[in-house]
């Protein structure tokens, strides 16, 4: 760390894995591939039960993870403590605040998954550990990518004694920026509560009445699609306005440019790049405007990469 992390060419599991009362992570995964955790018990520990830290193609299956047990609760109201323990309390280490699982956002793209995660029970998160901003799922703030890429999946997730606002909050990563998020589930996407994601499907409402930063749209399918245009002779304010020609809703997304283009002979031709989430039941038209005249663009060239893991993607 931060080098690149282990990435082992067939899937590594482990098993029943137990960690508790770590001042920081129970279990880190960074720049990793195949690493998957099956069965286990995560409790108490001060910033993160499992960190997901720009891994990929990995699963989370049958884990409980707790923010604050039981039994540690009992040790620290036990008349015995004197309050030694206090100080070692579940509430996150060094002014972090406490999460369950964390996902990072990451400019990964092509054909990389993100974690399969199911069957996870999440247990006293929330105002019941007493910790600011406790959460079971969230999305690392201190990223700095502008957007989440990774394809993470949550399904047949159980929740015992969390609030609703802190089952899934991603409250900080959009406070940072990072405003693009999206979970598939069991009948649906958990997206950021952000016009660029809400605007386009039909049905989204949001979670834990707004206080998440996220809603839950029942769309089945999205495709993922990069746009890519030549950085010279683009201007950094110009906008990508996609119109879904069915529902004639709409939405205007900013690009982005890559420090390497101003270096790099051959970055500096094709750097700039639009990154789509779309229900794949649209129809869309999209052309390029100036964010501050709306008037059109024409870039020289055009390239488009549809980035689902998916060949066939949404049934063809």
Known sequence: YPSGGWKPPTEAVFSNFISYRNRGVGAFS???????????????????????????QGRIENVTIAGYSEEYEALVMSSSNLGHINDQSSCGYNNKVQRGIQIHAAKSGGANSGYKISGVRFQRFGSITGCWDSAAIDVDSREDSGYFDPRTSFKSINYENVDDASRINVCDAELNNIDYVNFETDSGYVVSDNPLWTTLPTGCTPLASGLSCASFCPVMCIRSLKVSVPSAGVPTNTLLRVIDTITDRSIEVPGEWDSKMMTDPEWYMLTAFYRLYLPGDGEYVMSFVSAESGSPLWPTFVDTIYEDTDPDGCGG
């Open 30 to 56: 960074h720049n990793g591939l195949n690493q998957s955790y099956i069965g286990g018990y995560f409790a108490d520990n001060q910033y993160v039960g499992i960190d997901i830290d720009r891994s990929y």
